[in-house]
């Protein structure tokens, strides 16, 4: 008898569990709608304190949540170019509604990560501008120059020797501007510059780009200002498109992006192709003045980028990425440069709990040279940079507020190149420790301060940088004031170069380099509501050991040597607007002042005034829509010395004055069906050209035409 009892008493308190289960947990449901009060279908609706309860909303923008029990949460709803909001739920309470704004400028729902702690756009202490997905549409710009050129003033990209592309970001140059791909480093350089054709923009979600030192952060090279290019990850089950361009000169881009999310995969993999074929702008120019160059090489890349992200948990997130970059141009019939790369790394994302999380990653980079001669069939490697970098980041969260960031790397950077004697090879190691405290001990006001310190093998350089920003709110204005102390150590090649230049001259490194070093100051204030954006701030950096070459008679030869302190003053001014009917406008100014003392062997060819403009308007219907962007950049004339015969620098200098131009490009680009657009681009509208071709004028011959088609396969179905 006490068997049957026991099975009833059993089933009974089972039933009384359920129940009290039952009665603490409850629904909420709701709709998202935007400010004409239609529906937000896909609109991400979450608990904001346990963020595994969440769903999208349907076609209709309802959602329905299941609430653990009856405590206090809150619910937060969030759409892409509009405010995230957050709303308290009461205990009890099973119905939330949101009415979500539009964020026109992008200021409140861009989330940006240049000061390695994640925040939206209008809280980041220090000024950072981003580029957009619809930024980088809107230009059609096929690699990273094409683009940065049309947003931003003050950065021009030309030749330097052998037509090898040199950029001048506002007095500084390629070797003092760090790129990142997702925060890593880029292997390889030509003239203190890296290979910017291998920054392509297809599937790239934003670009973050921060001026001034952030060698606390970043370490060497971030003396001027860090561009972090930030891949797209897959969202959606499945997506593929195709894309394709063709324009003047036999301009060819073609590319595909694949991605899928299955459970706890989610993959991407872009291919692109583009070729071009050479511009012959003759040996003299219209002034009758001889050319610094006659033809434009023609170039043909291939780039291969795969990324695979696998979280078996909420906590871990694993990401593995793979990619290979081939480019070949050709300077004469026998004689092609081919340049290679490639890349590969694997990183770790473990969140302990709210406030504690850790990253680790391993990545390698491998950029290759050879000349490939076609007629005798043969391909010789003689440059080759391979980086592998370990990586540790940690966050702690003190509070809602102060978040603790430490981290670390190592690498070994190794280097074998034709201008090392003999074809010789070096290599040293680096490693470094930072730390960075985001503290915001009121509400208007947060400060973030930053330490890192660096040491390199080979140059036998240890360094510490420093970083301070501060921001404070006042309504709708935020001032911002910050110092950050800048650092670059001499290259393996700036140490160990042996090289004949043409049998003109000789160029040697040096081992007793000190490294350079920058103090830079900045101000700034901005003013942000609703549909406008206004930014002004100055700047002033004291630069001081810059490396550049010097003329030794003894060695009758260039020398790496380290010059007096320099200055670097400016001026940046940014507005944005953007109007309910579709209505955009942009307008950007840099002023840069370089002062270098008399007798100095260094010379600036900034240009002292620049500006860009973005004029777009597009709407939007069920089965069609369009956009017509209109972007222009003007920059003044700039007077520099150069030597009279750089075979023979003793003969003196001569003053040289590089023309002002503007280049302005219209894009219209339409959507003519579900995923299925179509552009038509004439670039150098008012066919500027210059009167004769420096090195720091565009290779442009003219107006240029240019139609494309974009194919989203997935929308189709």
Not at 325 to 342: A, L, M, V
Not at 462 to 487: D, P, Q
Request: charged share 20%.
């Amino acid at each position: 008898m006490q068997q049957p009892i026991l099975k009833h008493f059993i089933v009974v308190a089972g039933c009384l569990l359920l129940s009290a289960t039952a009665a603490a947990q409850h629904y909420v449901s709701g709709k998202v709608v935007d400010s004409d009060n239609e529906p937000l279908a896909g609109a991400a609706v979450v608990v904001k304190e346990n963020k595994t309860i969440g769903m999208t909303t349907d076609v209709q923008g309802n959602y329905r949540l299941r609430i653990p029990d009856n405590q206090k949460y809150t619910l937060q709803a969030s759409f892409i170019g509009y405010v995230t909001q957050s709303h308290p739920l009461q205990a009890g309470q099973d119905r939330m509604d949101f009415a979500m704004e539009e964020d026109a400028i992008g200021m409140e729902t861009i989330v940006v990560t240049g000061t390695r702690t994640p925040k939206l756009l209008k809280d980041a202490p220090i000024v950072t501008r981003v580029i957009t997905a619809d930024d980088i549409r809107k230009v059609d710009a096929t690699n990273i120059g094409d683009l940065l050129q049309a947003e931003l003033p003050g950065i021009e990209f030309s030749y330097s020797m052998d037509q090898q592309t040199s950029l001048d970001m506002q007095g500084f140059g390629g070797n003092a501007i760090l790129f990142l791909v997702d925060g890593e480093r880029l292997a390889g350089e030509t003239l203190d510059n890296i290979d910017y054709s291998r920054l392509n923009l297809d599937n790239v979600e934003r670009i973050e780009i921060v001026k001034g030192a952030a060698s606390s952060l970043y370490g060497s090279n971030a003396v001027g200002g860090v561009i972090n290019i930030i891949s797209k990850e897959a969202k959606e089950p499945w997506t593929l498109n195709l894309n394709g361009r063709y324009g003047s000169h036999n301009d060819q881009r073609y590319g595909g992006t694949v991605t899928f999310r299955a459970g706890d995969f989610q993959n991407s993999l872009n291919v692109q192709h583009t070729s071009t074929d050479p511009i012959d702008v003759g040996s003299i120019g219209k002034d009758g003045e001889e050319n610094d160059f006659s033809r434009v090489y023609d170039n043909r890349t291939w780039n291969f980028k795969e990324r695979l992200v696998y979280t078996p948990t909420d906590r871990l997130k694993l990401t593995g990425r793979l990619g290979y970059f081939f480019r070949e141009r050709d300077k004469s019939t026998s004689n092609k440069d081919r340049y290679r790369d490639f890349s590969g790394g694997l990183r770790g994302n473990y969140t302990f709990n709210q406030r504690n999380d850790l990253e680790l990653s391993y990545s390698f980079d491998q950029y290759d040279k050879s000349d490939f001669d076609p007629i005798q069939d043969y391909d010789l490697r003689d440059y080759t940079n391979v980086q592998h970098t370990l990586r540790a980041l940690y966050n702690h969260s003190l509070n809602d507020k102060n978040t603790l960031t430490v981290g670390g790397d190592f690498m070994r950077d190794y280097l074998m190149s034709y201008q090392f004697t003999d074809n010789g090879s070096h290599e040293q190691y680096t490693a470094d420790a930072f730390a960075q405290f985001d503290l915001n001990p009121v509400k208007n006001l947060n400060i973030m301060s930053a330490v890192r310190f660096d040491y390199y093998s080979e140059a036998d350089v240890k360094n510490t940088s420093s970083k301070l920003g501060i921001m404070y709110k006042w309504r709708n204005c935020s001032l911002r004031a910050s110092y950050a102390g800048g650092f670059r150590a001499p290259t393996l090649k700036e140490m160990y170069m042996d090289f004949n230049m043409a049998n003109v001259f000789m160029i040697y490194g040096n081992e007793n380099l000190k490294p350079e070093s920058s103090q830079n100051f900045s101000l700034s204030a901005e003013y942000l509501k609703s549909r406008y954006n206004i930014t002004l701030t100055g700047y002033f950096n004291l630069v001081d050991n810059r490396i550049t070459t010097v003329w030794d008679q003894t060695l009758n030869g260039m020398v790496y040597s380290n010059i007096a302190q320099m200055n670097i003053a400016g001026l940046n001014a940014d507005a944005a607007a953007k109007y309910p009917c579709g209505l955009g406008v942009r307008f950007s100014y840099a002023y840069t002042h370089v002062h270098i003392p008399n007798g100095e062997p260094y010379f600036s060819s900034t240009r002292p005034h620049s500006a860009t403009a973005k004029i777009d308007y597009g709407k939007d219907w069920k089965n069609y829509g369009f956009d017509v962007t209109l972007t222009g950049r003007v920059l003044s004339q700039v007077t520099t010395d150069e030597y009279i015969d750089y075979e023979n620098p003793d003969a003196g200098v001569t003053s040289t004055t590089y023309p002002a131009y503007t280049i302005w490009k219209l894009n219209v680009s339409q959507r003519v069906y579900k995923g299925i657009r179509v552009n038509a681009v004439v670039d150098n509208l008012f066919n500027y050209r210059p009167d004769h071709y420096y090195n720091n004028t565009p290779a442009t011959t003219g107006t240029t035409f240019s139609v494309g088609l974009s194919l989203d396969v997935d929308q189709l179905f």
